[in-house]
Nanobody, 123 residues
């Protein structure tokens, strides 16, 4: 079992920045690829970013490429999502997820999920 707790969400103006954190507890964190997903009201959950077990490989959705950066600190059992140049369309609940093994971008492949943190970007 892995427990995930997100933090760092909030209200920010367009063009601003936020840094989300996801703290993990339970099994060996470094055995898990980690991902960030988001879900806006009335929309399906979508992939945002993912990072491999070692942190050496990352993937991003086209909508956030060049603005968001995913990173991890295996010693702290934490994954981060640095969000810059935020846009109103980034408004959503952001979830982190853990997948035992390789990096994947499909949400259904992830084994564990956090409770989510709200990000609201005002225009």
């Amino acid at each position: 079992q892995v427990q995930l707790v997100e933090s760092g969400g909030g209200l920010v103006q367009a063009g601003g920045s936020l840094r989300l954190s996801c703290a993990a507890s339970g099994q060996t964190f470094s055995n898990y690829a980690m991902g960030w997903f988001r879900q806006a009201p009335g929309k399906e959950r979508e992939f945002v970013a993912a990072i491999s077990m070692s942190g050496g490989t990352t993937r991003y959705a086209d909508a956030v490429k060049g603005r968001f950066t995913i990173s991890r600190d295996n010693a702290k059992k934490t994954v981060y999502l640095q969000m810059d140049s935020l846009k109103p369309e980034d408004t959503a609940v952001y979830y982190c997820a853990a997948n035992l093994g390789f990096l994947v971008v499909t949400g259904n492949a992830y084994d564990y999920w956090g409770q989510g943190t709200q990000v609201t970007v005002s225009s």
